[in-house]
Antibody
Framework: EMQLVESGGGLVQPGRSLRLSCAAS????????MHWVRQSPGKGLEWVSG????????GYADSVKGRFTISRDNAKNSLFLQMNSLRAEDTALYYC???????????????WGQGTTVTVSS | QSALTQPASVSGSPGQSITISCTGT?????????VSWYQHPPGKAPKLMIF???NRPSGISNRFSGSKSGNTASLTISGLQAEDEGDYYC???????????FGGGTKLTVL
């Protein structure tokens, strides 16, 4: 069974940093692109970032560009999101999602984790 | 404000059919056949229901179907069941940053 398990969320003060992790299992991790998608309280889904199977292509939402960095370790079947200069508006449930293909563009997200909660507050 | 426009809510009785619309622009829905639909039950992970406008992943009931006309995509659920309740989101690839956009979500209530 394909599975994604996020971790690393928590309460953090504005301006500080947090690193999210996503552990993948049940599929050949390095065959697929990966994404981070978030849902702020009471709002809809927002794509945050994605990267291709070999990290050769990476994209970010304008709202996080320059502050967040996505990365992957194919040897450890893991996806990461380094979040710096956090703001109150980054408060959300962060989901890790698997792409259907090797590129993070064009292919839908066919496996999702349960999410990890990030709360940015003083 | 979401990039794609969906109705906030729809409802139907068991056995009926409902359709959820998703309106974008030529830069996303209208320009590419990369529209997908996700079911998001409360407290659970989102689930891919339709990809590439009208394709169903393995294991998804054929009661779910997708289509597109111009800048508007649609998800139709036939033979409504109580288990279909939840939020539904459309998503599309876009040629503009951020490359993936979602709709604001539609809450489906089965009466």
């Amino acid at each position: 069974e394909m599975q994604l398990v996020e971790s690393g969320g928590g309460l953090v003060q504005p301006g500080r940093s947090l690193r999210l992790s996503c552990a993948a299992s049940g599929f050949t991790f390095d065959d697929y692109a990966m994404h981070w998608v978030r849902q702020s309280p009471g709002k809809g889904l927002e794509w945050v970032s994605g990267l291709s199977w070999n990290s050769g292509n990476i994209g970010y939402a304008d709202s996080v560009k320059g502050r967040f960095t996505i990365s992957r370790d194919n040897a450890k079947n893991s996806l990461f999101l380094q979040m710096n200069s956090l703001r109150a508006e980054d408060t959300a449930l962060y989901y890790c999602a698997k792409g259907q293909g090797t590129s993070y563009t064009h292919y839908a997200m066919d496996v999702w984790g349960q999410g990890t909660t990030v709360t940015v507050s003083s | 404000q979401s990039a794609l426009t969906q109705p906030a809510s729809v409802s139907g009785s068991p056995g009926q059919s409902i359709t959820i619309s998703c309106t974008g622009t030529i830069s996303d829905v209208g320009g590419y056949d990369y529209v997908s639909w996700y079911q998001h039950p409360p407290g659970k992970a989102p689930k891919l229901m339709i990809f590439d406008v009208s394709n169903r992943p393995s294991g998804i009931s054929n009661r779910f179907s997708g289509s597109k006309s111009g800048n508007t995509a649609s998800l139709t659920i036939s033979g409504l069941q109580a288990e279909d309740e939840g939020d539904y989101y459309c998503s599309s690839y876009t040629s503009n940053s951020p490359y993936w956009v979602f709709g604001g979500g539609t809450k489906l209530t089965v009466l």
